[in-house]
């Protein structure tokens, strides 16, 4: 939501959230504050962002609802600490949780347990209870006040029901089970948190700024734009700004996924976070922090678990009922068996977080990946939506093409040579700023041509231009310019093939014709070939070029296509299919094509560096204009969704299953506390899969 002169919007790093149900009770508690008109809670990103009416609700009222829900505020966003666990933290946790589970099964089986129970002051046994979960116990009780069940709530009525019948050591074994449990969801949830980190720790801090002539270093936060900062070889450049002077082999692949480090100049775009390789650069700072494409990426990944998908709602609803349920399954077991062991086992094996984590950990765990790759995906919905979609929607110029028009075709009609139209031709659109004039400039330095300096340079505008080269003068326009050229057949013939003709007269005698056309991006054939491998039915062009061009275009790829369209024209055609029920991606550039993209279901901007708009209108930005993942982004959308439905059914049987043994009385509590941390466990390895993508040249 937009600020406005009534409103704003303020972050507040919380502190303490471990899984989804943390999340949604700040949400919860912030919500009902008069005067909040949203919350977003983002969990990987230990914060919240609160829109509100300053003159209603202020930090400090917010704050003390956040506390008051068991939670703290912290002074900034930790998402950019260290990771918490490291690859060893993860296998030492497994080993540990392995280890107990042995410990806990072979000493049911050997009645060691029981021997223990009768061994120890009952008294005794329950200080050892209470210290050992008094943290946990704290919290329910606080959650209860506030008529919220969490998680731990039925865990802890659970320890409370095995010591009412003397089973102090069970009710210890749960205790210890829940803290094992919980550890176990700080790590999936700091699994998920990994993305975020690495792409903060990739961001200099500080910088190197010249200032009244003296260079200095300072945090990144006081550079303002127009300054000037020093980059020198082996650096990482702060900030989003334009090369003032010197040449540098900069590593891009942090904004773009390129792996190929590229040249840069005087007058070249450079970006934050991204490497000098060799050479030192002065670059006028353009923008800073979270306003540079960086700090946007960071922000997209960070917000992207606010857009949950519909499977994750539905997740997220049914935790909201699956406690409530457990109760009442409970309660159903001791009056039917009059077992109070098996009702406390019923309310301990269904309690883990494994439904809620289901699917938020798997979007994410793609989203953050694929940032790293270049692919910015906005949200799980998206993500759900484009594993569905079956119709391609695509603009021309800047998608498909390269929107850099190139001389195809050189006919020579005088006695002239082709070099030397070319070479004539060049010198002549020396001082023209059309894109045509670039495209046969272009062509003259591809063939090492010398550039003549022009006499008597005319720019006759909607036409072409006039000029005197070598004591000859040329003439260089369109068709209406040479209307009488219409009849002849290499003009008919290349604008049949939807090239736009420049005509050449020297001495006014024509000389020559030179075709130019868009360039077809050269990955884009095979890359159409694999989306209909992947099942999407339809692939249509939307283009506001000319017939001719548009149906040369799509002809040589073998999709539809239409002409002649507007921005408004595009937005219909999204509609109507969208009104027979298909699934509609839109791909432009995200400049004349952002109606379109808004309304697709999902829409793509290609190539989306530098460009507000694409970052702001488009649901997926593709950071490198690389066709190729185009259909990854599909592949890795199906295979994410994949995951979520293998994690729920997976969730959905071992829960069925521990509930009934529980109910039964043939699981009895201890193991049935070890067992409520099993499907966290499991979700967290099947997400895990997601975080190694294949890479793709």
Known sequence: MRDTPE????????????????????????????GVKSVQVLLTAEKAIVHLDPALVGFSTIRKAIEDAGYAVGNTPSSAGA????????????????????????GEWLGMFDKLNVLVPFPLGVAIVIAGGWQVFINVVRAALKKQITSHTLMTIGVIAALLVGEWVTAAIVVIFMRIGSYVEQFTTEGARRAVKELNALAPQTVRIERDGIEQEVPVSEVQTGEVVIVRPGEKIPVDGEVLDGHATVDQSSITGEAMPVEVVKGSHVFAATIAKLGSLRIKTLRVGPDTTFGRVIKMVEEAEAHRSEVQRFADRFSGYYLPLVAGIAALTFLISRNPLATAAVLVVACSCSIALATPIAMLASIGASAKRGLLIKGGKYLETLARADVVLIDKTGTLTLGQPKITDIIALNGLSTLEILTLAAAAERYSEHPLAEAVRAAAREQHLPLAEPQDFEALPGQGVRARVNGMQITIGNRHLFPQVQALPEVQQLEAQGKTLLLVTCNNKLAAILAAADTLRREVPEALKELYSLGVKHIELLTGDHERAAAALAGSLGIAYRADLLPEDKIQIVKDYQAKGKTVIMIGDGINDAPALAQANVGIAMGAVGSDIAIEVAHIALLHEDWRLIPKVLRIARRTMSVVKMNLIFTGVYNLVGLTLAALGILPPVLAAAAQSLPDLGILANSARLLKQEKQN
Do not use: W, Y
């Open 7 to 34: 409103t704003k919007t303020i972050e507040i790093p919380v502190k303490g959230m471990d899984c989804a149900e943390c999340a949604l009770h700040v949400e919860r508690a912030v919500t009902k504050l008069p």
């Open 83 to 106: 990771n918490f666990f490291s690859r060893q933290s993860e296998i030492l946790l497994g080993a540990v949780f392995g280890t107990v589970m042995i410990i806990v099964i072979a």
